[in-house]
């Protein structure tokens, strides 16, 4: 127990936080966890620091009835704390460990393929040819899709774009 105690209490719960760079269900269960373990920190300072002796003489001079007061006292005297099993609590949180280590495979594997994504379109744009260099060709030959439509256009007599006024205003004054 001294060893749990000692590594509980060596714990820097900004430092996880900050460090792993935590986002979402995993921050969200760890700010739990860490809220559950200071709570439990409290309630053991408050429980020792309340006195756990028991005055009985005080209890006798006071007292007429002193069977009453035999009584409590072997009571007291022969109470075992009753052993729980804490296996349960056990696997609850070996499940919450397997899910929070599931969780940040998820969120390592999601992260790993954005960045191959991020990458490989910085290596386009560090490839690409300058603006000023493309030629309509280019722009056709990239997305074809913008030739098609402006032959859809020309074909019904449209010669011009459906918006464009809206979006860029009129420069026919120019």
Do not use: C, H
Request: glycine share 4%; net charge neutral; no cysteine.
């Amino acid at each position: 127990m001294a060893v749990g105690r000692s590594a509980a209490l060596k714990i820097d719960w900004t430092k996880i936080n900050n460090s792993l760079n935590l986002k979402g269900s995993t921050a969200t269960a760890l700010a739990a966890f860490k809220k559950r373990n200071d709570d439990a920190k409290r309630r053991v300072q408050i429980l020792s620091s309340q006195p756990q002796e028991i005055d009985f003489a005080k209890y006798r001079s006071e007292l007429k009835n002193q069977s009453v007061i035999d009584e409590i006292e072997g009571s007291v005297k022969g109470f075992k704390p009753a052993t729980y099993d804490v296996s349960r609590q056990i696997r609850a949180i070996e499940a919450f460990e397997a899910q929070a280590v599931k969780n940040a495979e998820e969120t390592k594997s999601v992260v790993d393929n954005e960045l191959r994504d991020l990458e490989k379109t910085l290596g386009n744009i560090e490839s690409a040819r300058p603006f000023e260099d493309l030629t309509v060709d280019d722009v056709a030959a990239a997305k074809p899709e913008i030739d098609e439509r402006t032959a859809q256009l020309v074909s019904k007599g449209r010669w011009s774009v459906p918006g464009y006024k809206e979006k860029f205003g009129n420069l026919s004054v120019l």
